[in-house]
């Protein structure tokens, strides 16, 4: 039987071009040790409000404000199968200048300097993701992902495609 999780993740970047990024606990059941942005699940009334849930998940994992973050637009929307479970996942990106006023156990923050960020151990999806927003930037419309394999091969791959309205063409 297929599930379905949604999920809802911010890229955080500050004035000295660093991303902010959990090393993520070796107690986490998901992902134990590995480098990831801060976000997290949504919760049922948020499923029409994935930026809600964003603005929560940076509230939980770092203390921060929503008022306290500059533009924080979506610009990704990813889609992969992970054994039964279809996870749809929402990246925003924002800026703000604040440090984290508070300690989770769900890992350790640290701001990492953009051209030091791909050097991390850092999940396969988010990777290509990372890769793709480093090489077109932030765009006025946003991108939809889906994973999978290269035709013909076995080869994992991210299928990228602006997410445009067709009537507005």
């Not at 203390?63 to 990704?76: C, K, S, T």
């Not at 925003?92 to 051209?115: A, C, F, Q, S």
């Amino acid at each position: 039987m297929i599930t379905f999780r949604m999920l809802s993740t911010a890229l955080l970047w500050n004035s000295q071009n660093e991303l902010l990024m959990m090393k993520r606990s070796l107690t986490r059941t998901l992902s134990p040790g590995v480098w990831a942005a801060v976000g997290g699940h949504l919760e049922p009334d948020e499923l029409n409000n994935p930026r809600a849930a964003c603005l929560r998940e940076i509230y939980e994992e770092t203390g921060i404000e929503h008022d306290e973050i500059e533009g924080l637009q979506l610009q990704y929307v990813l889609l992969r199968l992970n054994g039964q479970e279809v996870r749809q996942q929402f990246f925003y990106i924002g800026k703000m200048d604040v440090n984290p006023r508070i300690v989770t156990n769900e890992g350790d923050l640290h701001w990492i300097p953009k051209e030091q960020v791909l050097d991390r151990p850092i999940p396969y999806i988010f990777r290509c993701l990372l890769e793709h927003y480093f090489q077109v930037g932030l765009t006025p419309h946003p991108w939809i992902g889906s994973a999978g394999v290269i035709a013909g091969t076995e080869e994992p791959t991210v299928h990228w495609n602006p997410l445009i309205d067709p009537k507005q063409l």
